[in-house]
């Protein structure tokens, strides 16, 4: 290596703290430069085969290394969540459902990146994405199952290894890309198209403490972190938040070398020049020809009533489409008044798949997320059993709660000027999905103690 791309690679390593060869935790802090080198993350369908080696070998080095390592696969994987106790430093990190959503897990690819860069032997070697938008089909990298490639694991939902697509309605991007504030983009991106891939996915990608143990959680997470930055280009408004309380927000992460390392949020906002690291130019995504409806963040759905604990309605979701009719509240007529689809009391038995949510579908045929009934996604990711009951042992993984709630108000002129609409009630009707031409396991999934329409 000449010393220009020496110096190059260590001016990328320094964007936050910390170099790219060992020094003592207490040593002396080295001056960033003016600006770091900034490398383009690739599309995983443009991997050279030399990127693709070192992709590999970078895998392969960090999963041979010991548990206690904080550059293992598995303590990085346990520092977004892990079911394993007695837990170590900085694991159950991740931020779920907070306004830190995106943030927190940026900061998190940018040093796990730092750590595969070193652990590969390649000095340029970048976390590449998956732009399931375009591309439906698992990577076929991860799919092949010849001995020895690391990227490959059978801990993935009946069908997505053998080519089955993720569903179209998964990776719908245009409801959180048509909003302006910041709170509304990240918690509708969290839903749909973040929670339904994961449980689409299913097996290991299924599960918040399991899910960064799949290869393919890294590539996803980083096709999040892109459509963060093409949300941010679209302008008319868009912007992160700038109160000194988000952007001073710090996170702890490991450097290449094992070293902690404390950052603030505001480190993170510039890609190129805080990070070194940029996306290619440009997303083409089709629009809805419909409105959808549009779930609400926990922050948001706070202000509307949760049913009591004991309430009598209950559902049991399995593998067929669930109806029921839900009576419209009389406040709903009331002016400006929002009328909100409220899930409380989840739990999840399967936790590969979600379920499409339909208002006054046509009667007689399953419905599809073509037709104007189709509404948006019921995505139960961080409820199945298992989480619930480590959340109830005082473990905190930032999962959010069991509920769901949606406002169905942007809905509500197109369903008035179908003919015969009944303003009384609507039929709500909901249809598994699961990888496209996978046949979804028979039996109760998803267990929901009262499905209500709320008005406020």
């Not at 973040?194 to 996803?220: K, R």
Request: glycine share 8%.
């Amino acid at each position: 290596m000449d010393r220009r791309n020496l110096i190059l690679q260590a001016g990328a390593a320094l964007a936050i703290g910390g170099n790219a060869y060992a020094q003592p935790k207490t040593g002396p802090t080295v001056p960033i430069g003016k600006r770091p080198i900034c490398r383009t993350r690739p599309n995983i369908a443009s991997l050279t085969q030399a990127q693709l080696t070192a992709l590999k070998a970078g895998v392969s080095t960090m999963m041979s290394r010991s548990a206690s390592d904080p550059t293992s696969w598995s303590y990085q994987a346990a520092m977004h969540a892990t079911y394993t106790t007695p837990t170590k430093l900085l694991w159950n990190g991740c931020q779920h459902g907070t306004q830190h959503f995106l943030s927190w897990h940026r900061l998190f690819l940018y040093y796990f990146e730092r750590i595969l860069r070193q652990a590969s032997g390649s000095s340029s070697l970048m976390l590449p994405f998956w732009n399931w938008t375009a591309a439906r089909a698992m990577p076929t990298p991860f799919t092949d199952s010849t001995p020895g490639n690391p990227l490959f694991t059978t801990q993935r939902g009946p069908g997505i290894n053998g080519g089955s697509l993720l569903p179209t309605s998964a990776v719908a991007i245009a409801t959180p890309m048509a909003d302006v504030p910041f709170n509304d983009f990240s918690s509708d991106l969290e839903a749909t198209p973040h929670g339904a891939v994961h449980v689409a996915i299913g097996g290991w990608m299924g599960q918040i403490p399991t899910a960064a143990q799949d290869p393919i959680f890294w590539l996803h997470h980083c096709n999040i972190d892109r459509l963060w930055e093409v949300w941010l280009a679209k302008g008319g408004g868009r912007a992160d938040p700038t109160s000194a309380s988000w952007t001073g927000q710090t996170f702890s992460f490991f450097d290449e070398t094992g070293t902690e390392r404390t950052v603030a949020v505001s480190k993170g906002l510039n890609t190129c020049r805080g990070l070194g690291y940029q996306y290619p130019a440009g997303l083409k995504f089709p629009l809805w020809p419909f409105p959808l409806i549009v779930q609400l963040s926990d922050l948001r759905a706070g202000g509307v009533p949760a049913p009591p604990s004991n309430a009598a309605v209950r559902a049991e979701l399995g593998s067929r489409p669930f109806e029921l009719k839900l009576p419209v509240p009389q406040a709903a007529k009331a002016a400006g008044a929002h009328l909100y689809l409220a899930f409380d009391d989840i739990s999840v038995d399967n936790t590969d798949g979600y379920y499409e949510i339909y208002i006054n579908p046509p009667v007689g045929k399953t419905p599809d997320s073509s037709d104007p009934s189709y509404a948006g996604n019921l995505v139960l990711f961080g409820l199945s059993e298992k989480e619930l009951a480590v959340r109830h042992a005082g473990m905190d993984m930032n999962m959010p709660p069991a509920r769901r709630v949606y406002d169905v108000t942007p809905k509500l002129p197109q369903l008035r000027a179908v003919k015969g609409f009944d303003s009384t009630a609507l039929r709500v009707v909901l249809v598994l999905r699961t990888t496209e031409g996978a046949k979804p396991q028979e039996g109760v999934r998803a267990h929901i103690g009262r499905v209500q329409l709320i008005a406020k």
